[in-house]
Nanobody, 112 residues
Framework: QVQLQESGPGLVKPSQTLSLTCTVS?????????WTWIRQPPGKALEWMGV???????FYSPSLKSRASISRDNAKNTLYLQMNSLKPEDTAVYYC?????RGQGTQVTVSS
């Protein structure tokens, strides 16, 4: 059973860059399908942000306007999400997800 654990800074100022980590156990990020980042703003629905495939190819939601970047460290079996030019509306719980399994999420608040 795959397990995912997100971590991040918690509070970020507007215009700064966010860096999140998703530590994966129970499956290899290079051997299995797709690994997704999603988020849920307060009071809103889940939003698909982007995905990195087993071969490293990435796809992103057009709504993020190229602000997001997903990468990975194969040796650490870890995924990363970077997003620049943060805005208050980026405040959300951020999750990594794989084949129906999701981490517990990490709260990100964008505020000065």
């Amino acid at each position: 059973q795959v397990q995912l654990q997100e971590s991040g800074p918690g509070l970020v100022k507007p215009s700064q860059t966010l860096s999140l980590t998703c530590t994966v156990s129970g499956d290899s990020i290079t051997a299995s399908y797709y690994w997704t980042w999603i988020r849920q703003p307060p009071g809103k629905a889940l939003e698909w942000m982007g995905v990195i495939a087993f071969d490293g190819i990435t796809f992103y939601s057009p709504s993020l306007k190229s602000r997001a970047s997903i990468s990975r460290d194969n040796a650490k079996n870890t995924l990363y999400l970077q997003m620049n030019s943060l805005k208050p509306e980026d405040t959300a719980v951020y999750y990594c997800q794989h084949r129906g399994s999701r981490g517990q999420g990490t709260q990100v608040t964008v505020s000065s």
